[in-house]
């Protein structure tokens, strides 16, 4: 059973267009939400934690919400330089991490 | 936060040989751990690293193929042993300074088996 699930797998956006991915999870517990960019052939880069359920974190044209079942990466008026995939994973009481598979972004100037 | 330091960047190697990647975080952590990950797929952990004692292994994966030492709370080793095409992937460094916290990555090991 899967624990976490993106969408959509792939989005493309014209330069200013804003738009939101989507990560729900089913883990029980739940200890906390993370939200990375990766770049190709680089590994994840931390952007935000989310802890508990109506918390929002920003950075820049990115905006993380937290609700008891799902998360959202909002983007603001994107830029090219934002194109990149985007993965949320979440932590349970076990400490375990899981990764959903990814939201990759294509930022068209 | 932790900056994690991963070598080689990438490497081709016959099959049937092995090779080992080196994980260096520049600060002490907590828990280490290695994943891999196969082109255009999301992370799949392969073990945690634990210090002074045997690494904890994810269903699929086992010592004999992906040894991992963890000698001290800054440094960790992966192996991967008898290399085929399969094992073909980029693997990935991993650190976490405490319980419930946020991962950091290594830049990752282009792996390509020939």
């Known amino acids: 059973e899967d624990q976490v699930t993106q969408s959509p797998e792939a989005l493309r956006l014209q330069e200013g267009e804003s738009s939101s991915l989507n990560c729900s999870y089913t883990?029980?517990?739940?200890?906390?939400l993370f939200w990375y960019r990766q770049d190709p052939g680089k590994g994840p880069e931390f952007l935000f934690t989310?802890?508990?359920a109506g918390e929002e974190k920003e950075k820049e044209r990115l905006k993380a919400t937290l609700t008891k079942k799902e998360s959202f990466l909002h983007i603001t008026a994107p830029k090219p330089e934002d194109s990149a995939t985007y993965l949320c994973?979440?932590?349970?009481?076990?400490?375990?991490?899981?990764f959903g598979s990814g939201t990759k972004l294509n930022v068209k100037p | 936060s932790a900056v994690i330091s991963q070598k080689p960047s990438r490497d081709i190697c016959q099959r049937g040989t092995s090779l080992t990647i080196q994980c260096q975080v520049d600060?002490?952590?907590?828990?280490m751990f290695w994943y891999r990950q196969q082109p255009g797929q999301s992370l799949t952990l392969i073990a945690t690293?634990?210090?002074?004692?045997?690494?904890?292994?994810e269903s699929g994966f086992v010592i004999d193929k992906f040894p991992i030492s963890r000698p001290n709370l800054t440094f960790s080793t992966l192996t991967v042993s008898n290399m085929s095409p399969e094992d073909s992937s980029i693997y990935l460094c991993?650190?976490?300074?405490?319980?419930?916290?946020?991962?950091?990555f290594g830049q990752g090991t282009r792996l390509t088996v020939v």
């Open positions: 994973a979440v932590t349970d009481n076990f400490n375990k991490f899981y």
């Open positions: 690293a634990n210090q002074g004692s045997e690494a904890t292994y």
């Open positions: 989310l802890y508990s």
């Open positions: 883990v029980s517990g739940l200890r906390g």
């Open positions: 991993s650190a976490r300074t405490g319980l419930h916290t946020e991962a950091f």
């Open positions: 600060s002490q952590v907590t828990m």
